[in-house]
């Protein structure tokens, strides 16, 4: 089984930086994908960024490349998302996951099997 708790989230006026946290609980050798994804108030979840576990490459969607960085830290079993200019399109529940099937698949949430509970990102114009 694979735990996942998020952390960092909170309200931050236009302009701003966060960092998310994920600390993951399980079988490690298990991972393939660490993906954070993100539901904006009234919408779909939608992929925001994804980092394998145990190789190199990162991937983002296009509205948020050169503001965030996802990185990892294996010996803590952490993932982090280092969100900077902050923008009020950024707000939603942001979640991260582990995809055990495919690199390919990263931006497919269906293909996550494992969430955490989600943390809160408010960003105020």
């Known amino acids: 089984q694979v735990q996942l708790v998020e952390s960092g989230g909170g309200l931050v006026q236009a302009g701003g930086s966060l960092r998310l946290s994920c600390l993951v609980s399980?079988?490690?050798?298990?991972?393939?994908?660490l993906g954070w994804f993100r539901q904006p108030p009234g919408k779909e979840r939608e992929f925001v960024a994804a980092?394998?576990?145990?190789?190199?490459?990162?991937d983002y969607v296009d509205s948020v490349k050169g503001r965030f960085i996802i990185s990892r830290d294996n010996a803590k079993n952490t993932v982090y998302l280092q969100m900077n200019s902050l923008n009020p399109e950024d707000t939603g529940v942001y979640y991260c996951g582990v995809n055990r099937r495919t690199w390919l698949n990263r931006r497919l949430s269906d293909d996550y099997s494992y969430w955490g509970q989600g943390t809160q990102v408010t960003v105020s114009s």
């Open positions: 399980g079988r490690a050798q298990s991972y393939l994908t």
């Open positions: 980092i394998p576990w145990s190789s190199p490459g990162t």
